[in-house]
């Protein structure tokens, strides 16, 4: 596609349950990356990929949060057993890093809400 | 803890003033960038800045990265309503992973 898509656009779900978020970067960008963003605030970094291999994953705030990546394309955040803190618009970007300089496009954003 | 220190938090102006955004490390970054965002939407990048000392202009904003590459500074000269948005500072860090700054709502009164 033209841009980075992510769906679903809006998730509301129950204490407890398991969430799955998309996203699908611009073709041919190797680097991913996913952001949490609570209200008008800035980005909090989960996870980093290059291609296939997550080199960073350090921003992931448990381990009720996981990531993959396939194909060196789509990729899926995964919440276990939501809390009520995870409700934020989780923001996913991609970008080709070319000699030190590249540029992070962003989707529009998955907001999930939990009850 | 954040790699990025971004000040101020919040900036309520009036049209036609003039205003500064910080953004503050102790890294040293490949790049910087800076990013504003509107509600219910991604950043969109403004502009990329790589070497030590630039200054780059983008009709009223200004964009400065430090000597040391370590922070960098935006500022917007006579300020629109339509500069109204959410300003974003991040650092290329190791030539392959983004650091955003806190990020500052800046408000501009008609």
């Known amino acids: 596609g033209a841009g980075v898509s992510q769906s679903p656009s809006n998730k509301v779900t129950e204490k407890g349950k398991d969430v799955e978020l998309r996203c699908d970067p611009i073709?041919?960008?190797?680097?991913l990356y996913w952001y949490r963003q609570s209200l008008g605030q800035g980005l909090e970094f989960l996870i980093y990929f290059q291609g296939n291999s997550a080199p960073d994953k350090s921003g992931l705030p448990s381990d009720r949060f996981s990531a993959e990546r396939t194909g060196g394309s789509v990729s899926t955040l995964t919440i276990q057993r939501t809390q009520q803190e995870d409700s934020a618009v989780y923001l996913c970007?991609?970008?080709?890093?070319?000699?030190?300089?590249?540029?992070?496009?962003f989707g529009e954003g998955s907001r999930l809400t939990v009850l | 803890t954040q790699l990025l220190e971004q000040s101020p938090q919040f900036l309520s102006i009036q049209e036609g003033e003039n205003l500064t955004v910080y953004c503050n490390s102790s890294?040293?970054?490949?790049?910087l960038q800076w990013y504003r965002q509107e509600p219910g939407e991604g950043p969109v990048l403004l502009v990329t800045i790589v070497t030590g000392g630039e200054v780059k202009k983008l009709k009223r904003l200004t964009f400065q990265f430090g000597d040391a590459r370590k922070d960098s500074s935006l500022h917007i000269t006579a300020a629109q309503p339509g500069d109204t948005g959410l300003y974003l500072c991040?650092?290329?860090?190791?030539?392959?992973?983004?650091?955003f700054g806190s990020g500052t709502k800046l408000n501009v009164k008609p």
């Open positions: 890294s040293v970054f490949s790049s």
């Open positions: 991040a650092g290329l860090y190791n030539f392959n992973k983004f650091y």
């Open positions: 970007a991609s970008s080709l890093v070319s000699r030190g300089i590249g540029e992070l496009f």
């Open positions: 073709s041919g960008h190797t680097a």
